[in-house]
């Protein structure tokens, strides 16, 4: 939690054997097996990704799920100060999310972490994931 509070009041909240943190108010990270995942999306993604940030991914009923969360650097992990750029990325993120439930713009959920698929928008909102053998 303290790595999370230069950003603002945080809480914690117990979920699916891990944690859950709100930033006032804003879901913005789990810890799951001991590793902290900060909220992305299509905009911040490929800046965690470059600095080596892993997806949060787990082995579902029926294929692998990939969520819309990655792990901030490793050094970021050492002090609030180093966190604190990546945790305002991660609230970007929570605060488009939370934007797009309210109605605003088009929604691109997390999908099946399937190799060679891609993500595409419907007109109703939604994504739709295809395999490159489906085009």
Request: hydrophobic share 45%.
């Amino acid at each position: 939690m303290e790595l999370l509070e230069s950003a603002g009041s945080v809480r914690a909240r117990r979920m699916f054997g891990g944690w859950g943190f709100y930033v006032d108010d804003l879901f913005v990270a789990l810890l799951a097996d001991n590793r902290l995942y900060l909220k992305v999306n299509l905009h911040t993604r490929p800046t965690f990704e470059a600095a080596g940030g892993q997806a949060f991914v787990y082995a579902g009923k029926h294929q692998t799920v990939q969520l819309a969360y990655c792990t901030p650097p490793d050094e970021a992990l050492e002090a609030p100060a180093l966190m604190r750029p990546w945790v305002a990325l991660a609230l970007q993120a929570a605060m488009a999310a939370r934007s797009l439930k309210r109605g605003g713009g088009t929604r691109l959920r997390s999908t099946a972490a399937v190799p060679g698929a891609a993500v595409t928008p419907t007109r109703r909102g939604a994504a739709r994931l295809r395999s490159n053998n489906s085009r």
